[in-house]
């Protein structure tokens, strides 16, 4: 804490002068998501704050499609992101142009893509959702169009998971998140044996035999919120590291159990990064107006959602 207290000092003193706000995700390490974030969560909880702030300059202390999402819900706002080569595997596994060719393949089928996506997949879908809302929003969107079907993109897992859950055909894309497909359901038993009466709480871009072992599946502030409101002895939460360091500071009486998978696009947030991110002004995430206006309307749809 010694090496980060002058940082955070100067992280804090910045913002203000500068009119920023610092957006971190669940998964950001503990001296950001704890001492420079003004707001924390998931992934839909950061939209939302996105879309509410009056402050002028956004700084997202979480990934590329996040900075992304918050520039499309404000356009007139400085968007920065602290290094501009925090990707993510989702992201990454599918373009535009697949998801033009899924739509003629599957003509009248419903969109919803994952908010872990680029602003020009967004673009072409109806609806977007995230890993607290897909089960709602599958059902939403396919009621509305009249449909027993839909595509849902990239994440294969999500999507299955997504499909147990529902009796709508799942179409979906070989995308997957490169933190959580490592988890396997041997790992889970190899846990509960080593820690008998651990509680599991799993994400669902873990494969489905994996949740199937999982006594709870939710989105980082699902987990999150379980752990509070349940205040297990033993738990285990099945995705990124810094997780568990987060909730562990909000729940002293609570024993974590620590198999983690750290995601190398996450930690490219740091510290320094965001400092020299709020000297700089750099660097500024823009979405070409006419993509933005067509992703806006499927993140809005969601938002709009009363989930
Ligand atoms: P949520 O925070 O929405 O659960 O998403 C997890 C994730 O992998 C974001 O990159
Ligand atoms: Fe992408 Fe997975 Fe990293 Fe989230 S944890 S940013 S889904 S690679």
């Known amino acids: 804490w010694k090496l980060h207290a002058p940082y955070i000092a100067a992280i ?16 950001m390490t503990p001296e950001i998501f704890r001492c420079v974030g003004d707001f924390a969560g998931d992934s839909l909880q950061l939209a939302k ?15 590329h499609f996040m900075a992304e999402t918050s520039k499309i819900l404000c356009p007139d706002k400085t968007v920065l992101i602290p290094d501009l080569r925090a990707g993510c595997s989702l992201a990454a596994s599918i373009t535009a142009a697949d998801v033009r060719l899924l739509k003629q393949k599957y003509p009248g089928v419903p969109v919803v893509t994952y ?16 890993s607290s809302n897909a089960v709602e929003v599958v059902e939403h969107i396919c009621a509305e169009r009249g449909s027993d079907a839909v595509i849902f993109l990239p994440d294969q897992y999500l999507a299955r998971n ?12 070989a995308g997957a998140c490169e933190v959580h497909e490592r988890f396997t359901a041997e790992d889970i038993r190899e846990i509960r044996e080593a820690h008998p009466g651990v509680v599991v709480l799993a994400h669902p871009e873990c494969p489905p035999d994996v949740l199937a072992e ?13 752990v509070k409101e349940n205040q297990p002895k ?17 729940n002293p009486d609570v024993t974590f159990v620590r198999p983690c ?15 020299r991110s709020l000297e700089t002004m750099t660097h500024e995430v823009t979405v070409d107006p006419e993509v933005a206006a067509r992703a806006r309307r499927a993140i809005e ?4 959602l009363p989930l």
């Open 162 to 173: 997504v499909a147990a859950m529902t009796d709508i055909r799942v179409i979906t894309w």
């Open 115 to 130: 908010v872990n996506t680029s602003a020009a997949v967004k673009a072409e879908s109806d609806i977007c959702c995230t």
């Open 49 to 63: 704050e996105a879309a509410k702030t009056d402050a002028k300059v956004i700084v997202q202390a979480g990934v």
């Open 12 to 27: 804090n003193e910045l913002k203000k002068k500068r009119g920023a706000v610092i957006l971190a995700h669940n998964y």
């Open 301 to 304: 749809r969601m938002i709009a």
């Open 234 to 250: 033993n738990v285990v939460l099945i995705t990124e590291c810094s997780m568990s360091d987060n909730v562990a500071l909000e």
């Open 214 to 226: 999982a006594d709870f599946a939710g989105s980082t502030s699902g987990m999150s919120d379980y």
């Open 261 to 275: 998978n750290l995601c190398p696009h996450m930690k490219r947030i740091t510290l320094q990064g965001i400092l």
